[in-house]
């Protein structure tokens, strides 16, 4: 027993001895130059921000006159599961971190936001130590906001998290810190993802959580290391949950400084191959080379290289920042198209629903039959016959049989009787605003030549419903 205690004790001694020796090397490290990155970032300019208060008014009001209506009159919220607030509309643009385990997505939001050994720095080690969704925004000071506090604080963003359970709520955590990047952008750092845990482990919904957060990403940051390249389950259901926004990936293959040139060579090719199958684009991906941390690139290395790719990679982030009301309005179009053709939709549904309808008809047997057999009815080709709608841009058939099982039909109305003499017609409002008031107030922010203001009777929006309120 007393040699086991020896030995035990000498064990201990070596353990304390390399950590220390350990931190020593750690601190004898040369610290990288910053000038790069705040000269990219423009962290040292003095010039106040951009006032865009009017255009988000101006938003806001098309968002809730002539969107908000046919959205809420057409419950696309229980299609989509996405429902816009005005704290989401006044949002600053929004960066995801994702990708496996102590790759080096939050020693990443350190080095962008130079918060090491600060008492601000965000905990990072070689294990996996990011187990809640951590969001890094902007604050008079160093501030810790609970996950159910910003749930419950209408003006953040964040309060439709609530859906996701208290649970979830537990791993949600906000840090307020006084830095000026965050002045204009908000990071989110989300937990590593780890192959052999299974998803219900977790006590909430994962993906569906991610997916939250990838619809409303501005720029989404995928980190790799040259030790973690492997694609399971958990990586690739990641990927389909990033189908539409590739313009927005940026994949990183991290601590690429701690390689050597054949070695890297090597890791960069096997990289690609694991993702090519995932990623749905006729081009490759580009892949940001670099070592995201404080500490200097180690000898040897391309540090040209790297610090050409990092720069090329701040750049793209600083464009983000430039082009944030532009990327705002352009969101709210594409969503206000996406309920207008639910709408279109949901109105060639019920209208073949009373066309089918006699006397003796059983309502629940006859639109089963509709529901379950679409294509027989021409309700997707009719849209596309007689309105501007991309057949790309149809939702998946298989989501109204859902829609429709918990949403009777004979509680909608058809677009025609969505009308009113003072407010005008639902779907006419929201077609203006597609083609006319949101392309008007994008070239109202300064993109140089104005938009074409387009009109229906030009494009042909489709169906126009006839206002039986108001006189010819």
């Known amino acids: 027993m007393k040699r086991l205690n020896l030995l035990c004790c000498c064990v201990a001694s070596l353990l304390l001895l390399g950590t220390a020796e350990e931190a020593e090397d750690a601190s004898k490290l040369t610290k990288r130059d910053r000038s790069h990155l705040e000269n990219t970032l423009k962290l040292n300019e003095d010039k106040p921000a951009d006032d865009f208060s009017g255009v988000l008014q101006r938003l806001r009001k098309i968002y809730h006159s002539s969107i908000k209506p046919l959205e809420q009159s057409y419950r696309y919220n229980e299609l989509r599961q996405h429902e816009i607030t005005d704290g989401e509309i006044t949002s600053k643009p929004m960066v995801l971190f994702l990708g496996p385990w102590s790759v080096g997505k939050s020693s990443m939001i350190n ?6 050994n600060t008492p601000y720095q965000l905990y990072t080690g070689a294990e996996p130590t990011t187990s809640e969704f951590t969001v890094i925004m902007h604050g008079p000071k160093l501030k810790t906001i609970e996950g159910i506090v910003m749930a419950a604080d209408s003006a953040r963003s964040f309060s439709p998290l609530e859906k996701f359970g208290q649970n979830f709520l537990e791993k949600l955590i906000g840090i307020e810190v006084p830095h000026k990047l965050l002045e204009r952008v908000t990071f989110v750092d989300t937990p590593g993802i780890i192959e052999n845990r299974k998803q219900q482990e977790r006590g909430y919904p994962f993906n569906d959580v991610c997916q939250w957060f990838i619809d409303r990403a501005d720029l989404i940051f995928i980190v790799f290391d040259p030790t973690k390249l492997d694609v399971g389950l958990e990586l690739e259901m990641l990927f389909r949950q990033l189908k539409g926004r590739e313009s927005q990936i940026r994949i990183i293959l991290n601590k690429a400084d701690s390689l050597a040139t054949q070695e890297l ?6 990289l690609f191959w694991s993702l090519a199958p995932l990623i749905n684009v006729t081009e490759p991906p580009r892949v940001y080379v670099s070592s995201f941390w ?3 690139y180690h000898p040897d290395t391309h540090r040209d290289l790297f610090l050409k790719e990092e720069i090329s990679l701040l750049e793209d982030l600083n464009q983000v920042i430039e082009n944030r009301m532009e990327n705002k309005i352009a969101f709210i179009r594409q969503h206000a198209i996406r309920v207008r053709i639910h709408a279109l939709l949901v109105d060639r549904y019920l209208q073949t629903y009373k ?3 006699t006397f003796f008809s059983d ?6 039959d509709i529901v379950e057999d679409p294509d027989k009815f ?4 009719s849209i596309l016959a007689k309105t501007n709608v991309s057949k790309f841009d149809l939702p998946n058939r298989e989501a109204y049989k859902d829609f429709f099982g918990i949403n009777p039909i004979t509680s909608f109305k058809l677009l025609s009787q969505q009308c009113s003499y003072m407010g005008g017609c639902f779907l006419e409002k929201i077609e203006k605003a597609i083609t006319r008031e ?3 107030l994008l070239g109202s922010i300064g993109l140089g030549k104005k ?4 009109s229906c009777d030009i494009t042909g929006c489709g169906e126009t419903p006839k206002n039986r309120y108001r006189k010819p």
């Open 294 to 296: 404080p500490q200097d």
């Open 451 to 454: 938009p074409n203001v387009l």
């Open 363 to 368: 309502g629940e047997l006859v639109f089963r």
């Open 438 to 440: 949101l392309p008007d």
């Open 111 to 116: 080095y962008l936001l130079g918060l090491d």
């Open 265 to 270: 060579m090597r890791v960069y090719g096997a």
């Open 355 to 357: 066309d089918k309808m």
């Open 378 to 381: 021409f309700i997707f080709k």
